[in-house]
């Protein structure tokens, strides 16, 4: 994973642990109910575009990443690689 992919998701991975947060204070506070679905929908859509995120870098740096790959991928043949991304992909939309 380059710098500015893992930066990018340090930032989403903050952001997630802050709405974390502000829900766990929301249970403190007692507040209302729909409420805090509603921001727990937001956490679980935060989440979801981390999963993407991270799904498109693997795709990109170690199933078609070549020479450049992660060196766990270098070592895979194509059978294997498209083996794992199918196992990402089935792992993610769970």
Do not use: W
């Amino acid at each position: 994973m380059d710098a500015g992919s893992r930066r990018k998701i340090q930032a989403r991975l903050k952001r997630v642990s802050g709405q974390l947060q502000g829900i766990q204070r929301m249970i403190d506070e007692d507040r209302y109910c729909l409420d805090v679905l509603s921001q727990i929908a937001a956490v679980r859509s935060a989440l979801d575009a981390l999963g993407v995120e991270l799904l498109s870098n693997h795709v990109e740096h170690c199933v078609t990443g070549g020479p450049e790959a992660h060196p766990q991928a270098k070592a895979m043949s194509t059978e294997q690689l498209t083996a794992e991304l199918r196992t990402a992909l089935d792992r993610f939309l769970r």
